[in-house]
């Protein structure tokens, strides 16, 4: 690999051919593509998965169906429609692996909107026929879901706003139900909603949530969404970083490839979908997804170990002082944790077809010490109030259940409540990134070593502050990181 490149091509359709051969570019004429697919929530995420294993489909196929047209809903997504509409939807995927650095152009995303450029394209883009497939990838935080009554927050002013001005929605569902109706008045057949965000029975939710919002604006509306569209379940994997101006600068100096946005991922991936579309799909099979009936064991497999790992290395991580994920699995003390905690999570999952548990577990830990991936710990404890419940309490209520051990998931929401005082140990600031940042920090600060004010929050811990056993076990480690330090209380842990 030629360091020392110093021709750069700024990356577009025109560019394509003038590119180094280590790149990988499309072969596929972009022009014959059409999107059978609307995607909203176009982040390093979608664009190193979804759109990747789109683009193998349209490489490895005749098939030009499923092209992908992008959808920012918020401010924050105009630098990725100024990177991507400047370089026509292209932009490099950087597979990082310790051994090597592969790049490669996607272009399976042909066209992209920003919702307050243009609201009424975008649900143009959605009523147009040819779009089959509506996919998301919104953040646990956008489905506006209460953890703890599992209902649509009718009074959140994004769902507000869009029962009383149903033509200039701003939130997801406004959209996906203005698109709908617009298809039933137009006598179309409706599309599929895939949603592709880390949730237990994500379709579910996705469903519940939008048939509870569509039945505020229009009862006869819910009816037929509830009986005419389909939302399968499925399992994503891709650890994904956010990019940073240092993976714009790799992307440049090692490929020679000026792109405004480029994205890195690990070399793994994994897709399981719940067979289940109203309008038709791409055939994944022939590019490696996993079509199946049930996709929750898989789901669950994920969630509990990969995310819940992710929250404990976040918010541990974050108290001692490291910044990167690959630096907390350098520390052993951390790293036994994380396995440890793995290993209590194990009873509360199901048989998993075509999985060996251990090996997966044993695949994470080396995903997690990726040193190329440079992961941040900001974005694993992102929105973190949206995530415990969902990736860490349910594994909680079954080992419960099961009389089962509950010491390492204690630790998790433990670290977590600690992290919430907003600073490390060596007393420097932690942001909290959180729709409840306020209540948290608050609670956290007040409650000191005593995790009980935290606890009544019922919207996110439900009834679990009455086992007496799972509450004393979380006081127990937060008064020890209190007194002895996050090093010595692991320290201390793993002599049991």
Do not use: W
């Given at each position: 690999m030629n360091t020392h490149r110093t021709a750069v091509t700024k990356l577009n359709e025109q560019s394509l051919p003038h590119l180094p051969d280590t790149v990988q570019i499309p072969k596929y004429d972009r022009h014959q593509v059409t999107n059978g697919i609307v995607h909203i929530g176009v982040g390093g995420f979608h664009r190193a998965h979804q759109a990747l294993y789109l683009d193998n489909y349209l490489h490895q196929t005749s098939d030009r169906h499923w092209g992908v047209c992008g959808i920012g809903l918020l401010e924050y997504d105009k630098k990725m429609r100024d990177?991507?509409?400047?370089?026509?939807?292209?932009?490099?995927?950087?597979?990082?692996?310790?051994?090597?650095?592969?790049?490669?152009?996607?272009?399976?995303i042909t066209k992209y909107l920003f919702a307050p450029d243009d609201r009424q394209a975008v649900i143009n883009a959605m009523v147009d026929p040819k779009c089959r497939i509506v996919s998301l990838t919104i953040t646990e935080a956008g489905y506006y879901y209460i953890e703890g009554t599992g209902e649509l927050d009718v009074n959140h002013p994004t769902i507000q706003h869009d029962v009383q001005y149903p033509n200039e929605p701003i939130g997801v569902f406004g959209f996906l139900t203005a698109a709908l109706s617009q298809r039933l008045q137009a006598g179309y057949k409706p599309f599929t909603v895939l949603s592709c965000d880390n949730l237990q029975g994500n379709g579910k939710i996705a469903q519940k949530m939008l048939i509870s919002f569509a039945q505020l604006q229009d009862p006869e509306l819910a009816h037929w969404i509830a009986e005419n569209v389909t939302f399968p379940n499925n399992m994503v994997d891709r650890i994904t970083p956010a990019t940073t101006p240092a993976d714009v600068e790799m992307v440049r100096t090692q490929f020679g490839i000026e792109d405004g946005f480029p994205v890195v991922a690990e070399p793994f991936l994994q897709w399981v979908i719940e067979d289940n579309f109203c309008a038709g799909r791409p055939d994944w099979e022939s590019v490696g997804v996993q079509m199946t009936d049930d996709v929750h064991p898989y789901e669950m497999?994920?969630?509990?170990?990969?995310?819940?790992?992710?929250?404990?290395?976040?918010?541990?991580?974050?108290?001692?002082?490291?910044?990167?994920?690959?630096?907390?699995?350098?520390?052993?003390l951390i790293r036994q944790a994380v396995d440890r905690l793995m290993n209590e999570v194990t009873p509360t999952l199901q048989p998993v077809p075509g999985i060996d548990l251990d090996d997966y577990k044993k695949t994470l830990i080396e995903r997690f010490a990726n040193p190329k991936i440079r992961d941040q710990l900001p974005r694993l404890c992102l929105y973190s109030s949206a995530k415990i419940p969902k990736f860490l309490l349910g594994s909680v209520r079954d080992a419960l259940n099961q009389n089962g051990a509950v010491e390492y998931m204690s630790l998790a929401i433990a670290a977590w409540f600690r992290y919430l005082k907003?600073?490390?140990?060596?007393?420097?600031?932690?942001?909290?990134?959180?729709?409840?940042?306020?209540?948290?920090t608050?609670?956290?600060?007040?409650?000191?070593?005593?995790?009980?004010?935290?606890?009544?929050?019922?919207?996110?811990?439900?009834?679990?502050?009455?086992?007496?056993?799972?509450?004393?076990?979380?006081?127990?480690?937060?008064?020890?990181?209190?007194?002895?330090?996050?090093?010595?209380?692991?320290a201390q842990l793993m002599q049991h």
């Open positions: 990177a991507l509409q400047s370089q026509n939807c292209l932009y490099t995927l950087v597979e990082r692996s310790p051994e090597s650095d592969r790049a490669r152009v996607i272009g399976a497999m994920k969630i509990r170990l990969l995310n819940a790992s992710h929250l404990l290395i976040g918010c541990l991580g974050t108290l001692v002082g490291y910044t990167y994920v690959h630096d907390v699995m350098a520390d052993p907003g600073q490390d140990e060596q007393g420097n600031p932690i942001p909290i990134d959180d729709a409840m940042a306020d209540v948290l608050q609670r956290a600060n007040t409650g000191g070593s005593d995790p009980h004010s935290l606890f009544e929050l019922t919207e996110i811990f439900g009834d679990l502050s009455q086992s007496s056993h799972f509450v004393k076990t979380v006081a127990k480690h937060l008064q020890n990181f209190d007194q002895l330090g996050v090093k010595e209380t692991l």
